[in-house]
C-alpha cells in the first residue's frame, strides 16, 4: 500500500545594492560543506553554490519582500499535545502531536543572517513510526508590503486544536491573524478521489503564490488547487482601523486535481504567461521519472506539459522564461540526503541537469539579484536548527 507520509509532515528596509555582496555568506555558514554537490555545465558556466543562511528549523517555502530580504516558512519543532474528539490522521502517519507555538517565519539580512520575523506558530509531528517528521508553515507570499502564509500543521487532527489550517495575514507589528480557515473549507468541499489510506482530515498545504493580487495554494493530500480573493482593497492595516469597510476574504476552488489526475500528490506552484504549473510528488515508493509537470489555466482546466521528474517540490522560471524544477529525492525508493537535483527546461522543451547532490531539498525561488535560493534539509534528520538555504549563482 502506498503512501504519502512525506507530505502528510513536511507538508512559510534595506536597499537592493546593500545585499549585493560577494559572497553572500555569513561569517557562521562558512564552515557548512557543501562539497557534495555537483553541476551539469561546462567549467566556464558552472553554477556556484554557497551556504547563504543556516539555523533553520525544517524550511519550507521561501519568498523575498518588498525590502529585497528572504523570508523563509519554518515547518518548526513539532509539538507533545493531542487533540480529542475530532477526526485523527490514522496509523501509521497518525496519530500526529503537536503545538500551537512551535513553529515560525525567518527573515534574512543581506549577509546571511537569520532572525525570527513571526514566532510562535503551530507546528505538528508525524507518529513516531515514521520519524516525528514535521510540519508547521508550508509557504509564504507578499501582497503589496502585506506578509501572508499558508499553515500546514495546524488543526486538531495535527494536535492544534486552537488553530485550524489556513492563511494568515502578518500585521506591521508582526502579530497575525487567521484570515481563511482552510480546514473548515476542505472538510465542507471535499475532492472528488481522496485517499482514503492516507487522508489529512485538516489537509497538508505546501505552495502559495500571489497572483494579481489574490493567493493560490496548493494542497497535496486531498489534490487540489484554492484561491484566496480579497476584492479590490488590500490595506489590512487601514481596514484594522476602519472595520466597517473591511471585507472577509472568499476561499474558492481552482481546480480539484485529483478529480481527473487520481491521487498524484500535487505539491509546487508557479505562474507564468497566464497559466499555472504545478509540479507533482507522487507516492511512495518513488519510482524515478515518475513525477510531471501540469499546466493549469485561470479556469481550471489541466494537462500535462512535461514529464519524466522525480519527487517534484519546487517550481520557478528565471528572467528569460525558462523553467526549473526542483526534485527532492532521485534513484533511491525513500527520501534520501544528497540525492535531490535541480533540473532547467529550456523553451525549446530541452532538459538540462543544473545541480545535483541536494540534501532533502524543500523548495526554490529567484532573488532580484537572479540568483536561486534553495531551502535544503527541510525535514529529517537533522531538522533542530539545521536547515540551510543555499544561493545558486547561474551566471545568467
Known amino acids: 500500500m502506498k503512501k504519502t507520509f512525506l507530505l502528510s509532515a513536511i507538508v512559510i528596509g534595506m536597499v537592493l545594492a546593500s545585499c549585493q555582496k560577494d559572497p553572500a555568506v555569513s561569517e557562521a555558514s562558512k564552515d557548512n560543506n557543501t562539497s557534495n554537490l555537483s553541476q551539469r555545465h561546462g567549467p566556464e558556466t558552472a553554477p556556484t553554490i554557497t551556504v547563504f543562511a543556516s539555523g533553520f528549523n525544517n524550511p519550507r517555502g521561501l519568498k523575498f519582500g518588498p525590502d529585497h530580504l528572504l523570508y523563509v516558512a519554518e515547518g518548526g519543532i513539532g509539538g507533545s499535545d493531542i487533540s480529542q474528539g475530532c477526526d485523527q490522521v490514522i496509523p501509521p502517519v497518525g496519530p500526529y502531536t503537536g503545538s500551537p507555538t512551535g ?197 481550471g482546466h489541466i494537462q500535462v506539459w512535461a514529464e519524466g521528474f522525480t519527487t517534484i517540490v519546487g517550481v520557478a522560471f528565471d528572467r528569460h522564461e525558462r523553467m526549473y524544477v526542483l526534485e527532492n529525492t532521485t534513484g533511491n525508493l525513500f527520501p534520501t540526503p544528497g540525492t535531490g537535483k535541480i533540473i532547467r527546461v529550456n523553451r525549446s522543451g530541452e532538459k538540462e541537469t543544473i545541480v545535483t547532490g541536494l540534501n532533502l531539498p524543500t523548495a526554490m525561488t529567484f532573488g532580484p539579484d537572479g540568483n536561486l535560493y534553495v531551502s535544503v534539509w527541510g525535514f529529517g534528520p537533522p531538522p533542530i536548527g539545521l536547515g540551510q538555504i543555499l544561493k545558486i549563482d547561474l551566471h545568467n
Open 103 to 299: 513553529s515560525r517565519i525567518s527573515r534574512v539580512n543581506c549577509d546571511g543572517v537569520r532572525s525570527t520575523y513571526v514566532d510562535n506558530l503551530p507546528s505538528s509531528q508525524t507518529n513516531a513510526s515514521q520519524g516525528s517528521l514535521v510540519s508547521g508553515v508550508g509557504d509564504i507570499a507578499f501582497i503589496g508590503n502585506t506578509l501572508y502564509a499558508v499553515l500546514a500543521g495546524a488543526g486538531c487532527s495535527h494536535g492544534v486544536s486552537s488553530v485550524p489550517n489556513g492563511v494568515i495575514r502578518v500585521n506591521s507589528n508582526k502579530t497575525w491573524k487567521l484570515i481563511a480557515n482552510l480546514s473548515d473549507f476542505q472538510k465542507a468541499n471535499p475532492v472528488q478521489n481522496p485517499e482514503e489510506d492516507d487522508f489529512e482530515p485538516d489537509g497538508t498545504w505546501y505552495s502559495m503564490i500571489n497572483v494579481r493580487d489574490e493567493l493560490y495554494a496548493v494542497e497535496p493530500n486531498h489534490g487540489e488547487m484554492v484561491k484566496v480573493s480579497f476584492g479590490e482593497r488590500h490595506d489590512w492595516d487601514r481596514w484594522d482601523r476602519d472595520r466597517d469597510r473591511r471585507r472577509k476574504p472568499k476561499i474558492s476552488r481552482v481546480i480539484d486535481i485529483s478529480a481527473s489526475q487520481g491521487h498524484i500528490v500535487p505539491t509546487a506552484v508557479a505562474f507564468n504567461d497566464g497559466n499555472f504549473y504545478v509540479g507533482n510528488l507522487n507516492p511512495f515508493p518513488i519510482v524515478d521519472g515518475s513525477s510531471s509537470i501540469y499546466k493549469i489555466t485561470p479556469w
